[in-house]
Each structure stands twice: as C-alpha cells, then as structure tokens.
C-alpha cells in the first residue's frame, strides 16, 4: 500500500532563511509525489508534481522538491522564506490502483519569523 | 484556477438530520473526490467518482453516500449527520486516472465547513 510521512508537524523558520520540509513515502511501484499548499482557511494549492522525467522538481513560488528512490524521500525546499510562506504543506501520493486517490501526509505547519 | 464550487460554504446543523452538500465543475473532468479534512489527519478519501453512476468507497465512508447523476455534480450526502461528522470538506477533480505513468494532479474546491451540533 502507499503512504507518506511528514517527519515534522511543525516548522519555524526566520524570513530569508532556508526551509526543508521533510517527507518520505512507500509505494510498491514507481509513484506520482505531490507537494500541496493550504493557507488558512483556503483550499489546497498544487506547489509542484513529481514526473520521473527529472528528480529535480521545481514548483511555484520559489519551491522545489528533489526525488531520491534509494532514500524513498520526496523533501520540499526553499532557498530563502518569505512571510507569505506561512501555511501547511502536504506531502501526497497517489494510488494507481484506487482511481488515482490521493494519499496525503499529516501535514507541516511552516512558521515564518520575522 | 480549476472551475470548481462547492455549496453551501459553511453550515451548521443538527445531530440526526441529512444533510447534502454539492460540487460543482466545469472543467468536463472524469474524476470527482470527497475528502474530508481533520486536525493531525490530513485529508482522507470519503468516497470518489469514476464517471457518471460510477462511485467507489474511499477509506472513511461509513455514514456517507454519494451520487454522480451528470459529469458536473457530485453530492455527499450524510443521511443522519453525527457530531463525528464535524469536518471541512474538500471536493477534487481530475482529469486522469489510473493509467500507467500518468499523473493524478487533483484540483480542489474552496471547501465547506460543515458542525454538527
């Protein structure tokens, strides 16, 4: 079966400084990862989409995401934090077998400091 | 952005009485998803479309049903609503399913925010 882990419930981060968000996946074949993005009280955002074509994946608002299989980690990064980072990211996989439903992690809650 | 609504946005209700909430689309996609979001939880599936009349179980369904009568709507309905059933509820879309390599990218309603007292 699939499923992710999100190994941080929260992040904290200062303006200007790197974020990682952290999540590893299991999938018994070659998987699609999703990295989405809820500001609150908002809907869901695509931030960007794992293609097998690169494992260097790069999303919207400075975002990207590297694939490692050997580590079965899909971490999303950025260079530099913005106030209007803040929000909760989720770590998605979907499942081939079941309509394309997706599996989400639990969620990172990313703080961004002044 | 994807052309999904969702109705009503927020409602309050009672404990025992149904209750139907709606997605709507006009992107002509296949597929249409009910999640339901809660604290430490992320999003899980309640139930999902496949086509018109076409509807499968998702891994919290238990006191939902759903109907998908044309390509543009898809009802939940919580025919005797519980206090468990206090959620958010997100509506999905998409336009591929399960075909070899291809993408699952789902876009998603603004969601509804359903108590139940």
């Known amino acids: 079966a699939q499923s992710v882990t999100q190994l941080d419930s929260h992040v904290s981060v200062s303006e200007g400084t790197p974020v990682l968000l952290r999540c590893n996946y299991s999938?018994?074949?070659?998987?699609?990862l999703f990295w989405y993005v809820q500001h609150p009280n908002k809907g869901l955002q695509l931030l960007l989409k794992y293609t097998s074509a690169a494992t260097l994946v790069k999303g919207i608002n400075g975002f990207e995401a590297e694939f490692k299989k050997s580590e079965t980690s899909f971490h999303l990064t950025k260079p530099s934090a913005h106030m209007s980072d803040a929000a909760e990211y989720f770590c998605v996989v979907s499942d081939y077998n079941q309509g394309g439903k997706l599996i989400f992690g639990q969620g990172t809650e990313l703080s961004v400091k002044p | 952005d994807a052309g999904i609504t969702q109705s009503p946005r927020h409602k309050v209700t009672e404990t025992g009485t149904p209750v139907t909430l709606r997605c709507h689309q006009t992107?002509?996609?296949?597929?249409m998803y009910w999640y339901r979001q809660d604290p430490g939880h992320g999003l899980r599936l309640i139930h999902y479309s496949y086509g018109v009349k076409d509807t499968d179980k998702g891994e919290v369904s238990d006191g939902y049903s759903v109907s998908r009568s044309k390509t543009e709507d898809f009802l939940l309905t919580l025919e005797s609503a519980t206090s468990s059933q206090t959620s958010v509820y997100f509506c999905?879309?998409?336009?591929?399913?399960?075909?070899?390599?291809?993408?699952?990218?789902?876009?998603f309603g603004p969601g509804t925010r359903l108590t139940v007292l």
């Open positions: 999938s018994s074949y070659s998987p699609s």
């Open positions: 992107e002509n996609h296949r597929y």
């Open positions: 999905a879309i998409s336009d591929l399913g399960p075909v070899a390599g291809g993408l699952y990218e789902q876009f």
